[in-house]
């Protein structure tokens, strides 16, 4: 079982991480969504958001583009992100599934993944 958190506006991936609207958390198996669940953006606060996440379980965070200090958090938590998103957030955790959503940007070289970053 692996969930993953999509940062979200209106079912679409957000371009900002930490002023989405909500997440959409999705729960899968066997490389398929089992189900999800929406959650509302707790509020903005520094070093607040990835944590919040990490303790909801969340392995992967997709978002359009995130601050370092987040992703930071993120990948000293565990949580695997992929930044450059641009579609629904359904679409975009189906295409993570299938090792087709790569992340994109200057913050790849740091997540743990090096053979997924499609170099």
């Known amino acids: 079982m692996m969930k993953i958190a999509v940062a979200t506006d209106n079912e679409m ?3 900002h991480f ?3 609207k909500n997440f959409m958390i ?3 198996e066997n490389n398929k969504i ?3 669940e ?3 953006n707790p509020g903005h606060k520094p070093g607040f958001l990835p944590n919040f ?3 909801l379980g969340v392995n992967v ?3 359009g583009g995130m601050g370092g200090g987040a992703i930071d958090i993120f990948n000293n938590r565990n949580v695997e992100v992929v930044v450059g998103a641009k579609s629904k957030s359904k679409d975009a955790v189906e295409a993570y599934l299938q090792g087709k959503l790569k ?3 200057s913050i790849c070289h740091e997540h743990r993944h090096h053979d997924e970053c499609g170099k």
Do not use: P, W, Y
Request: glycine share 8%; proline share 0%.
């Open 53 to 55: 996440l990490a303790d």
């Open 13 to 15: 991936v957000a371009e």
């Open 38 to 40: 929406t959650i509302a």
């Open 103 to 105: 992340s994109t940007g």
């Open 18 to 20: 930490g002023h989405c």
């Open 61 to 63: 965070i997709i978002s």
């Open 26 to 28: 999705f729960n899968t």
């Open 34 to 36: 089992v189900d999800s």
